[in-house]
């Protein structure tokens, strides 16, 4: 494998970790063993190893020589007080994004309003036949997501706004939405419905209504990855 895609396989194990760790799945104070994420992973231990490195760097995990890494996840405070700074910063980005926006990146924003529609239309009929999963819908809502937010953010046209979002996310991926929205067709057809409701006001050309509905949209978001935080944690704290 060459250096960009040992690089790679690292930085996705790592974004898997840290999900599970901000989404709950993986409870503060866990004990993470190299060759137990290894063999699940199907890879070396030296990828996981660099892995949990950048996690320490973030400051997620602690690792400690021979014994593995403890996970030191934030709490359900902080993981709110991250989105409501998200919600005022990309609600400016909102705010901005109408009256900059390219006709190229708008049809961008479009492509991935349809994206999400798909995503959730698969995962309904998986649903409807009695399968619980389905890794396409997920990463193609995820792909949408991601599209969706860094197109308006782009469109803002504010360098200095872009950078302080990306470093949020760093810590805070946005991919924590879908583990507190999977759960629910409702919940997902009206996060859906958000994203279009922001596309019609960037594409009214209407900057305050775009500020408003992408506040409103993070800060939704917000509550309920923090809620399925707090549920997680209850749940571990009945079964220990």
């Given at each position: 494998m060459t250096a960009r895609?040992?690089?790679?396989?690292?930085?996705?194990?790592?974004?898997?970790?840290q999900a599970r760790v901000l989404s709950g799945q993986i409870a503060s104070g866990s004990r993470l063993?190299?060759?137990?994420?290894?063999?699940?992973?199907?890879?070396?231990?030296t990828p996981v190893r660099e892995a949990l490195r950048k996690l320490q760097s973030g400051g997620l995990v602690h690792v400690e020589p021979?014994?593995?890494a403890v996970?030191?996840?934030?709490?359900?405070?902080?993981?709110?007080?991250?989105?409501?700074?998200?919600?005022?910063?990309?609600?400016?980005?909102?705010?901005?994004?109408?009256?900059?926006i390219s006709d190229e990146q708008l049809e961008r924003l479009r492509e991935a309003e349809n994206l999400f529609r798909r995503s959730m239309g698969s995962l309904i009929r998986r649903r409807r036949n009695g399968k619980t999963s389905d890794w396409t819908a997920e990463s193609d809502w995820e792909q949408a997501n991601n599209v969706f937010h860094q197109v308006i953010q782009?469109?803002?046209?504010?360098?200095?706004?872009?950078a302080i979002i990306e470093t949020l996310h760093l810590s805070f991926p946005r991919a924590l939405s879908w583990a507190a929205l999977s759960e629910s067709?409702?919940?997902l057809e009206e996060n859906i419905e958000q994203h279009h409701r922001i596309l019609e006001a960037i594409e009214r050309r209407d900057p305050q209504e775009a500020r408003r509905l992408m506040v409103e949209h993070v800060r939704s978001a917000g509550e309920l990855v923090t809620l399925h935080l707090e549920q997680a944690g209850a749940r571990q704290a009945?079964?220990?």
């Open positions: 895609g040992n690089q790679a396989l690292v930085d996705r194990l790592a974004a898997t970790i063993r190299q060759e137990t994420l290894a063999a699940e992973f199907g890879v070396s231990r021979n014994r593995g996970v030191h996840g934030p709490s359900a405070r902080e993981i709110r007080e991250a989105y409501e700074v998200r919600a005022e910063l990309e609600g400016l980005a909102a705010e901005l994004a109408p009256t900059r782009e469109a803002a046209g504010n360098a200095r706004l872009l067709s409702h919940l009945v079964e220990t």
